[in-house]
């Protein structure tokens, strides 16, 4: 997996890093293999934003967020949304797979 970090008017902690790579380690239990992980981390006046871009083989998943306090709090809140995102993915492909029915000749 390739992590690229981006950071746009703030200075990124190494912490910052490392926490990253072990949350998005844990997203492996959806199945998906994740290729690529861009984030984007930025400060805008009082308001610190994180954009992480998630790439797995066929599909990308984008998750955002933004938070006044500190740029961890915003980066679990974007890891959040797309845990959720692969979530909702997981569940509509198992619902997929029971929804066919066999043909039956008349």
């Known amino acids: 997996m390739q992590l690229k970090i981006t950071a746009r ?13 072990t949350k998005v380690g844990k997203l492996d239990r959806f199945g998906h293999k994740l290729n690529a992980v861009h984030a984007i981390f ?23 967020a933004s938070h006044a306090k500190d740029l961890l709090t915003c980066m679990e809140e974007a890891l959040e949304k797309v845990e959720h995102q692969f979530q909702r993915r997981e569940d509509k492909r198992g619902q997929e797979a029971r929804r066919r029915v066999p043909h039956r000749p008349a």
């Open 9 to 21: 008017h703030v200075e990124t902690p190494p912490l910052l890093e490392e926490m990253l790579r």
């Open 42 to 64: 930025g400060k805008d006046r009082y308001l610190y934003t994180a954009e992480l871009t998630l790439t797995a083989k066929g599909f990308a998943v984008v998750g955002k």
